[in-house]
T-cell receptor
Framework: GQSLEQPSEVTAVEGAIVQINCTYQTSGFYGLSWYQQHDGGAPTFLSYNGLDGLEETGRFSSFLSRSDSYGYLLLQELQMKDSASYFCAARRRNNKFYFGSGTKLNVKP | SQTIHQWPATLVQPVGSPLSLECTVEGTSNPNLYWYRQAAGRGLQLLFYSVGIGQISSEVPQNLSASRPQDRQFILSSKKLLLSDSGFYLC??????????????FGEGSWLTVV
């Protein structure tokens, strides 16, 4: 089967750094993605890790460790607009993507 | 550029009624297509996956079905809706042959309420 675990909710203040962890158990694992979803909207792509290590895209970075079946999303210089739900998604070799239950990020002034 | 559209955006259906949600992708050929469902405040559940016309992989046994009659068209159907079918349905695609082949692009979503 497939399972991805991530915290249900995280709260941080503007300008801070927050890390959202994701552990996975996925047969045929190929890579880990991160998506952002604002209330009422569709998810949008943030980052993808196909190899171990850190990927940086502006204020967002994502990390993957295949040996630990673990990844995280790092958000720096938090802004109010970053308040949203964040999902990790495991990609299998057959190109199916399985999503975690999501982490609701609350950014406070 | 590529775009994805799905409709209707919202619908309220009585229990036992049929369902048809449609999704089309433009600006690409031979995309991999997906249907996901999201219950309120929950994660995305993969329902169906298609790699080509008439090729459908079902993830979860349920009273839903999917069809892909054309390369860029994906349809989600039900003959008789259940209350538990309520949710936010998302069509999505990837182009595994492109440099952005790791990115899932989602449609706007369809809110279904079964009453």
């Amino acid at each position: 089967g497939q399972s991805l675990e991530q915290p249900s909710e995280v709260t941080a203040v503007e300008g801070a750094i927050v890390q959202i962890n994701c552990t996975y158990q996925t047969s045929g694992f190929y890579g880990l993605s991160w998506y952002q979803q604002h209330d009422g909207g569709a998810p949008t792509f943030l980052s993808y890790n196909g190899l171990d290590g850190l990927e940086e895209t502006g204020r967002f970075s994502s990390f993957l460790s295949r040996s630990d079946s673990y990844g995280y999303l790092l958000l720096q210089e938090l802004q109010m607009k970053d308040s949203a739900s964040y999902f990790c998604a495991a990609r299998r070799r057959n190109n199916k993507f399985y999503f975690g239950s999501g982490t609701k990020l609350n950014v406070k002034p | 550029s590529q775009t994805i559209h799905q409709w209707p955006a919202t619908l309220v259906q009585p229990v036992g009624s049929p369902l048809s949600l449609e999704c089309t992708v433009e600006g690409t050929s031979n995309p991999n297509l997906y249907w996901y469902r999201q219950a309120a405040g929950r994660g995305l559940q993969l329902l169906f996956y298609s790699v080509g016309i008439g090729q459908i992989s079902s993830e979860v046994p349920q009273n839903l079905s999917a069809s892909r009659p054309q390369d860029r068209q994906f349809i989600l159907s039900s003959k008789k809706l259940l209350l538990s079918d309520s949710g936010f349905y998302l069509c999505a695609w990837i182009d595994i042959s492109s440099s952005s082949g790791n990115t899932i692009y989602f449609g706007e979503g369809s809110w279904l309420t079964v009453v």
